[in-house]
């Protein structure tokens, strides 16, 4: 079945710099979507991707739909405090239905 | 307002017993999801229903069955507690398909004792 990688699996970073993060697949995905869960909470949405190289930003973040559909990046600009969290990507498929998350990106932000 | 709204947050419980963890959504959404988070953060959907078709996860075992009373609620019902059940469960709806966004509730933790 379809999987998705995602890295790194942590950061630790200082206020004001910027974080790449990305997933990679082995299929296609008609859907990208980055999501934050913040502790004992559950994943919010981000920013969601509909279309082959889409470059989307909602803020600080920015996120692309990859040309091949196997995979997505996500950066965030100057980062602070309240990034802390962990990031997941998913990736959907009409198809079959199918929605798969990768296994996380737990971002620390050192003041 | 809460848009997607679960009960219990915490659930303690011993082997064997059932429990039920309910999900109510006030978006006016058509399909509600059921995902289960292991204490690795992973994220696995369980079950997606609408007032057409429920579809399973062929790899969640039959002691777990969603219950829908109506459309704004999706209740998560579980047999035969074991020790491997112990994580969180969200539930989620979207609109109408798997093609639009999901929204997530709170999170349930359950442990099995």
């Known amino acids: 079945g379809q999987q998705l990688n995602q890295s790194p699996q942590s950061m630790f970073i200082q206020e004001g710099e910027d974080v790449s993060m990305n997933c990679t697949s082995s299929?296609?995905?008609?859907?990208w979507l980055w999501y934050k869960q913040d502790p004992g909470e559950g994943p919010v949405l981000l920013i969601a991707l509909y279309k082959a190289g889409e470059l989307t930003s909602n803020g600080r973040l920015t996120a692309q739909f990859g040309i091949t559909r196997k995979d997505s990046f996500l950066n965030i600009s100057a980062s602070i405090p309240s990034d802390v969290g962990i990031y997941f990507c998913a990736g959907l498929t009409y198809n079959n239905n199918d929605m798969r998350f990768g296994a996380g990106t737990r971002l620390t932000v050192k003041p | 307002d809460t848009a997607v709204s679960q009960t219990p947050k915490y659930l303690v419980t011993q082997m064997g017993n059932d429990k039920s963890i309910k999900c109510e959504q006030n978006?006016?959404?058509?399909?509600m999801y059921w995902y289960k988070q292991d204490s690795k953060k992973f994220l696995k959907i369980m079950f997606s229903y609408n007032n057409k078709e429920l579809i399973i996860n062929e790899t969640v075992p039959n002691r777990f069955s969603p219950k829908s009373p109506d459309k704004a609620h999706l209740n998560l019902h579980i047999n035969s507690l074991e020790l491997g059940d112990s994580a969180v469960y969200f539930c989620?709806?979207?609109?109408?398909?798997?093609?639009?966004?999901?929204?997530f509730g709170p999170g349930t933790r359950l442990t099995v004792l």
């Open positions: 989620a709806s979207s609109q109408e398909s798997w093609s639009d966004t999901q929204y």
């Open positions: 299929s296609i995905f008609n859907t």
């Open positions: 978006l006016g959404h058509d399909t």
